[in-house]
């Protein structure tokens, strides 16, 4: 058996558990991702942070066409120091992140998911202001980005029980 009959065949005998699982993947046609796209009415942000994490899930689910589902969130921040020099000095904080959403069925006003997801991310100090300025907002919408792309993996993970 040649190297390259021995890798197709270790190849094969790797997928064959999930044909049985039922494995479909999420973004082929007629599976869940598609299921979703366009169909979702993300609750408008009053917030920047709300913002961030509105355009990013309207990135990933499109913008909404038939509003099937109306997806409802809130958003929860908190900072903390993580290095402090000998003079007392900050120089990296780290900003924790969770986002608790709901999402409804529109139609019939029925709660299909609620649930929530965190994370993290850091950003330094140790420039000037301006730069730690920009530093802390850049690290605030890779963490609603982060969140985002949370919240998105738990509504496909989910939406075979309830599309």
């Known amino acids: 058996m040649s190297s390259s009959d021995r890798r197709h065949f270790l190849t094969l005998l ?23 796209r366009g169909q979702v009415l993300v609750a408008a942000p009053d917030t920047r942070l709300g913002f961030q994490l509105v355009a990013r899930l309207e990135e990933r689910l499109g913008l909404p066409q038939a509003e099937t589902y109306r997806l409802d969130y809130f958003i929860e921040t908190s900072e903390t ?6 003079t007392n000095d900050i120089t990296r904080i780290n900003i924790a992140g969770t986002v608790r959403f709901t999402l409804t069925e ?21 420039s000037t202001s301006v730069a730690t300025t920009a530093a802390r907002r850049d690290a605030q919408d890779r963490l609603m980005i ?9 509504l496909l993970a989910s939406s075979l029980r309830w599309s």
């Open 14 to 36: 790797a997928v064959a558990p999930l044909a049985g699982c039922g494995f479909a993947p999420v973004y082929a046609p007629g599976g869940a991702g598609q299921a979703l």
């Open 81 to 86: 120091d993580l290095a402090i020099t000998g």
């Open 106 to 126: 529109t139609a019939t006003d029925a709660q299909l998911l609620a649930d929530s997801v965190s994370t993290f991310t850091a950003y330094s100090t140790t």
């Open 146 to 154: 982060a969140l985002a792309d949370q919240v998105m993996s738990r």
